[in-house]
């Protein structure tokens, strides 16, 4: 899952975006209002977690330029505005939801987490495929009853593809939503990481989940 | 005791009218005696020339004749009328009946206007009396006597005068009274259909609510006399609500500042504890916390500085204090970051004047001046620090490059929070608290400090204090 942050003041943008990280999403950082828009038209984001006073372009006019473009991301507002009719304000102009400053680190991955079901039209913290199970509240994966234990990125990629489940998903947009800026580029990355996955998700004799369309890309499901 | 305009209104007018009222009828009270006493006296005059035309000398004999008159009046028991009548020597030639043996007054005068004035009659009555001094006739070839002369005084009562003119006081009294009452409630009706205004507009102001500033009062039928009131207050309640904008843009403000660096400290903390880390996150993190607990310091440092001065609760010192060490001591804080930037700083220090100010106020606005300076100047730009001395006045002036700030902007830098781009773009350091303060701080040490946008991105704040502190230093 990819998340844009948009927060000006550095600190906080430093920090909230290591959290983020550590939790295991992709997170790419703007430190004003125009980088914030040219990050969000170039990459596919699930989140955006956006501050409203920022420089060049402030918060609330970059939420309705993300929405007349009806750009899919859902925006969580993060800000020092308390008042009720910022909140109102900003709700209205298509914010998902609304955080203020000072914040509990827990609350923000709480809420970024309900924001990502949401996209994904997922209300139960727990994915089933199968005999899997994902607990995206403890990033835990069971199957058949047993945990698997996983990388933070091994499950970046499996949380997708579960989101996606029966659905073939391809590499590039595993890219784009489990990948940040930083990360190095590679041809084979991926694949070795879906590798691992399966060779963890297969332990114990159990049958193939992650299935490849060959020229196309993955499918998470029972074999067919 | 406090009145209401309605009773104000109607007392003072009411008393008027019966003033008014009072005097007219007097007025008319003495016109009516004056003519009925006339008339009296015209009466009384007549019926004495009448009477006395019956006299006649017939010899040294006074005939009196009076034999073809009603003399009834004269004998009457009640309510009588008197005659006496004298020769020239003061002997009575005649006495009424009804003066039983009492005299008049002699009353001595002209037949044509004879004088008549109050007397008490002798039965005690109030009454008239008229008299004259004339010659009757002579009867018959004997001559009169050489005293020929006669006097004769008549007197009568005047109640029936008395009491008309009595029925005519009460009259007048009765009329006085009811059209005092009567007027009294016709203004009761006018004041209270003319006070319809204010009142109106007094249950207007009466409902205006505490917390809706922005209502303002609507008195469309109020009359002109009014309009001036209404127009101030409205003006008064725009200035109210305008302060209180102020005041709460200003708190918001305060709070962003004080929420974006404590949401810094506790993310960072926040993040740091999530999982166990090496020492040198640790460090990273506590170096972190530290930044933001310095700049935080600032703020409310600048914050209490500024509600310092906003109260008055500032000692302003007079010392004698040399400007360049003040002003080099100034820079020495921000010479590191001028170097970090490569900018390159011009003195032009000015012959030392006798400065007598507050050493550590001017100290903190100058130092403020050359961080704002120092901060905004673009990366390799110059900065200028120049000082000028006169008799009155001493001048500190500071110039840098790379400002973004048109002269339209360059006016705003003293409104607190005001910053260049709508946004922050680096908390604490610049948090838009430093030259408002510097503003007031120059204030209280009587001075005065202008910033402007000059040809070529150039920015200069020039700051002016007295010589001398002013006499009422602090306020």
């Given at each position: 899952m990819k998340i844009l942050l948009i927060e000006d003041y550095e600190p906080i943008r430093t920090s909230v975006a290591k959290g983020l990280r550590e939790a295991g999403y992709a997170v790419d950082a703007a430190a004003d209002g125009e980088e914030g828009l040219w990050y969000a038209r170039s990459g596919d984001y699930d989140v955006i977690v956006l501050?409203?006073?920022?420089?060049?372009?402030?918060g609330l006019t970059v939420l309705k330029r993300l929405r007349k473009h009806e750009n899919p991301a859902t925006v969580l507002i993060l800000t020092a505005k308390d008042t009720v009719d910022d909140r109102v304000k900003g709700l209205d102009l298509g914010a998902d939801d609304y955080l203020v400053k000072p914040f509990a680190f827990e609350e923000l991955l709480a809420r970024v987490r309900a924001l990502v079901r949401r996209k994904y039209d997922a209300h139960a913290p727990a994915i089933r495929v199968a005999d899997l199970e994902i607990d995206t509240g403890t990033r835990t994966v069971r199957r058949a009853g047993r945990t698997v234990g996983v990388t933070a990125r091994e499950y970046a990629i499996l949380e997708f593809l579960a989101a996606r489940a029966g659905r073939v998903v391809t590499r590039t947009e595993i890219w784009e939503h489990v990948y940040d800026f930083n990360a190095e580029p590679g041809s084979n990355v991926i694949d070795v990481t879906i590798g691992h996955l399966r060779k963890r998700l297969e332990r114990g004799g159990r049958p193939r989940l992650i299935h490849t369309r060959r020229g196309l890309g993955y499918v998470l499901g029972e074999s067919e | 005791m406090r009145w209401s305009l309605r009773a104000r209104l109607i007392r003072s007018t009411t008393l008027a009218t019966a003033v008014v009222l009072l005097a007219a009828g007097l007025l008319l009270y003495l016109l009516v005696r004056d003519g009925l006493v006339d008339q009296f006296d015209r009466a009384l005059a007549d019926k004495a020339r009448l009477l006395a035309s019956a006299l006649e000398w017939e010899g040294s004999e006074l005939d009196?004749?009076?034999?073809?008159?009603?003399?009834h009046e004269f004998e009457r028991s009640d309510r009588p009328a008197y005659l006496q009548i004298w020769l020239a020597?003061?002997?009575?030639?005649f006495r009424s009946p009804s003066l039983a043996g009492a005299d008049l007054e002699r009353l001595a005068g002209s037949l044509d206007a004879p004088p008549c004035r109050p007397v008490i009659l002798p039965d005690g009555r109030p009454g008239r009396a008229a008299g004259f001094t004339m010659t009757p006739k002579t009867e018959g070839s004997s001559p009169p006597p050489d005293a020929a002369a006669v006097t004769l005084v008549l007197a009568r009562g005047t109640a029936s005068v008395d009491a008309v003119l009595a029925q005519l006081a009460v009259l007048l009294v009765a009329v006085g009274l009811v059209a005092v009452a009567l007027s009294a409630g016709v203004l009761w009706l006018a004041v209270r259909r003319g006070l319809r205004p204010v009142e109106g507009l007094a249950n207007r102001i009466a409902g205006?609510?505490?917390?809706?500033?922005a209502a303002r009062v609507q008195a469309p039928d109020a009359p002109t006399e009014l309009l001036p009131v209404v127009d101030r207050l409205n003006d008064l309640l725009e200035r109210i609500e305008n302060a209180f904008q102020r005041e709460r843009a200003f708190s918001a403000d305060v709070a962003h500042e004080l929420r974006t660096p404590l949401a810094g400290l506790r993310t960072t903390m926040d993040v740091a504890l999530m999982q166990p880390r090496a020492d040198a996150d640790y460090e990273e993190a506590l170096r972190g916390c530290l930044r933001i607990t310095l700049q935080l310091q600032t703020v409310v440092e600048h914050l209490l500085s500024l509600a310092r001065l906003d109260a008055g609760q500032v000692e302003v010192a007079a010392e004698a204090v040399c400007l360049a060490d003040l002003v080099r001591d100034a820079w020495q804080p921000l010479a590191a970051s001028a170097d970090a930037r490569r900018l390159h700083v011009r003195w032009a220090l000015g012959e030392e004047g006798a400065v007598v100010t507050d050493l550590s106020l001017l100290g903190l606005a100058v130092r403020n001046v050359f961080e704002n300076a120092v901060v905004h100047a673009d990366e390799g730009g110059s900065v200028a620090i120049e000082t000028v001395s006169d008799e009155n006045e001493t001048t500190v002036r500071v110039t840098n490059s790379g400002s973004r700030l048109s002269p339209q902007q360059?006016?705003?830098?003293?409104?607190?929070?005001?910053?260049?781009?709508?946004?922050?773009?680096?908390?604490?350091?610049?948090?838009?608290?430093g030259l408002p303060l510097v503003k007031e701080v120059v204030t209280v040490l009587g001075g005065a400090v202008t910033a402007r946008s000059l040809e070529g991105g150039e920015f200069q704040m020039t700051l002016t204090i007295p010589n001398a502190p002013p006499r009422a230093a602090s306020p």
């Open positions: 501050d409203l006073m920022l420089p060049k372009v402030d | 009196l004749n009076f034999d073809e008159f009603d003399l020597d003061g002997a009575v030639a205006l609510r505490q917390q809706d500033l360059a006016d705003h830098v003293f409104e607190r929070f005001w910053r260049g781009d709508t946004a922050r773009t680096d908390v604490g350091v610049h948090c838009g608290l």
